[in-house]
């Protein structure tokens, strides 16, 4: 991919699976600088993947031809407000964070803005992220092209023709590595509770967890649903563990917490 100088504005948990990607894929260190308040965080960034550190957020965004910006939502306005002194006329500009939309962007650092909004997740620390992309159509196909290389190179992406949908990504994708943890989580306590020690628990759901959803991408052409019914036997203990799931409205769960994470973009869209 074109190698363009990148400031990651936040170097916290998600611009540091990003880095670690793009670096695992090939990326120069020496194009990529990262920015936060203090050394604790960009000491370690630095040392694992060689890349640039930098506590002065103007001078990595001056410098730069891509501004990421990766800071907690709460804190996108203070943090762009210096960067008002940027010209970005010539800088793409990819913000990851949730509840923040464009025109509210272009606001915060004043400027025309040439936008792509990212949803990733932190799989794209092994190169196994899902990120949702949007730009409006006045993105250059350069940009475009830059943003689809940047997020492939740390997984799969898929961009959305409207910026609300970024909302439905980060309740299927941004947020829902979350989901599976806890999922993954209760298995683990169970099998406990059912006396395998923590380690052979952890093992027992990590490698069922990776088989399945190997499972799944091995078999694009089979359905989720036909993939489960081939475990569930007849009369067996699948149908059992699976009816229980489902007298206690699993499915509606699932999407009642979906739809809060939706709920929760709209919100933060209003309060930052
Ligand atoms: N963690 C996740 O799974 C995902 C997070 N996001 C978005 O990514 C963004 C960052 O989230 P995380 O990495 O989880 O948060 P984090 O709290 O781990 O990282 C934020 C970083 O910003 C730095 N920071 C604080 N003040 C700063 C300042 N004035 N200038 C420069 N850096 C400053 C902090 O030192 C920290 O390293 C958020 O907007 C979030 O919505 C998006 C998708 C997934
Ligand atoms: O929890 C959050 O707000 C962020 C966005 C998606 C994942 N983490």
């Given at each position: 991919m074109e190698q363009r100088s990148i400031a990651f504005i936040g170097a916290g948990n998600m611009a540091r699976s990003i880095i670690a990607g793009l670096i695992a894929s090939g990326y120069d260190a020496k194009k990529i600088t990262a920015t936060a308040p203090s050394e604790t965080r960009l000491a370690p960034l630095q040392h694992d993947f060689g890349i640039n550190t930098d506590s002065d957020n103007l001078r990595a965004a001056q410098q730069a031809d891509v501004v990421v910006l990766a800071v907690k939502p709460q804190l996108m306005a203070d943090v762009c407000l210096p960067l008002q002194?940027?010209?970005?006329?010539n800088k793409l500009v990819i913000s990851i964070a949730a509840g923040i939309n464009s025109a509210r962007l272009a606001t915060m650092l004043d400027s025309q803005l040439h936008l792509v909004r990212v949803m990733p997740n932190t799989p794209a620390l092994i190169g196994k992220g899902m990120s949702g992309l949007y730009a409006d159509s006045t993105l250059a196909p350069q940009d475009h092209q830059f943003a689809s290389d940047l997020l492939q190179a740390v997984g799969e992406i898929c961009w959305v023709k409207q910026e609300a949908d970024i909302n439905g990504i980060i309740a299927a994708a941004g947020s829902a590595p979350a989901y599976f943890f806890l999922f993954m989580e209760a298995i683990q306590q169970q099998a406990m509770a059912q006396g395998f020690d923590e380690q052979t628990a952890r093992l027992l759901v990590q490698q069922t967890a990776l088989g399945a959803a190997a499972m799944v991408q091995a078999n694009p052409e089979t359905d989720l649903a036909t993939l489960r019914q081939q475990v569930t036997s007849k009369g067996g203990t699948t149908a059992e563990a699976i009816n229980t799931f489902n007298h206690h409205h699993l499915t509606e769960i699932v999407a009642k917490a979906m739809q809060a994470a939706v709920a929760r973009a709209q919100e933060m869209e209003q309060l930052f």
């Open positions: 002194a940027v010209d970005f006329s």
